[in-house]
């Protein structure tokens, strides 16, 4: 049975000769794998341009549901990228999108507030005409709420230390050794009253490159084999 749903590009791995397994995060279904037999045909659903990462798309597919590889019958490109492809910054900060959301998102079922913000995160990165040096930040946090991990409000008056491992504000430091100090903690309140495009974000870079690497110990934390990123040396270098 095919249905159709929209889908957001995660990557293509190379299967056999001249195939791809394209992994899709998808509205209706989750996290999806189909098969593409060719590429390079003429009648080839499925064009090397629509394989790029966070590209998104309309598709008509099987969908049985047993998690095995399914099978494309259309597909159309519906929102192109303007900026994206071609600005070193906005390039940079989609592969670290990309990473993260490969690392986090496994389930395979849908929803939609999720698929929503990835959508709206990747239209914004696009769209903006300054990439602010704390999006991806912005973004982990924004992130984590559809993850179940969003850092307690409840408990931030008064909190001046983090605690990454109950994501609470504490007004004295926890007894184990995975919180922020009382710097970073500051500048996380700050990040969590800022949005994906804020500009008045008064954050120094070496305080930020700092709570980067302590929101990313975060959700190594909360998220099984999160493990390490390969993107965060492309943004220290173009932030740097």
Excluded: W
């Excluded at 390079?40 to 549901?65: D, F, R, Y």
């Excluded at 949005?195 to 974000?201: G, N, Y």
């Amino acid at each position: 049975m095919y249905t159709a749903t929209k889908a957001i590009v995660l990557g293509a791995v190379k299967y056999g000769e001249g195939s791809r397994v394209l992994r899709c995060y998808t509205d209706m279904y989750g996290l999806q794998s189909y098969m593409i037999n060719s590429l390079k045909s003429k009648s080839a659903v499925i064009k090397p341009s629509m394989i790029l990462p966070l590209t998104q798309l309309e598709i008509i597919a099987g969908h049985k549901g047993k998690g095995t590889l399914e099978r494309i019958k259309d597909a159309r490109v519906s929102q192109g990228y303007e900026h994206i492809p071609y600005d070193a910054i906005k390039n940079g900060m989609a592969l670290f999108l990309v990473e993260v959301l490969t690392k986090c998102l496994h389930e395979e079922q849908s929803n939609d507030d999720k698929f929503q913000f990835i959508t709206d995160t990747c239209n914004l990165l696009d769209g903006i005409e300054k990439t602010p040096p704390h999006f991806h930040i912005a973004f982990l946090l924004g992130l984590s709420r559809f993850l179940g991990f969003y850092p307690d409000q409840n408990t931030l008056k008064g909190g001046i230390y983090f605690d990454l491992m109950h994501g609470v504000f504490l007004a004295i430091q926890p007894l184990h050794p995975h919180y922020m100090d009382e710097e970073s903690t500051a500048a996380l309140k700050v990040m969590l009253g800022a949005s994906l495009t804020s500009v008045d974000v008064n954050v120094p870079k070496r305080t930020r490159k700092k709570l980067l690497a302590e929101l990313l110990a975060y959700y190594k934390l909360h998220v099984d084999g999160f493990g390490n990123l390969k993107s965060v040396e492309i943004l220290e270098e173009i932030f740097s």
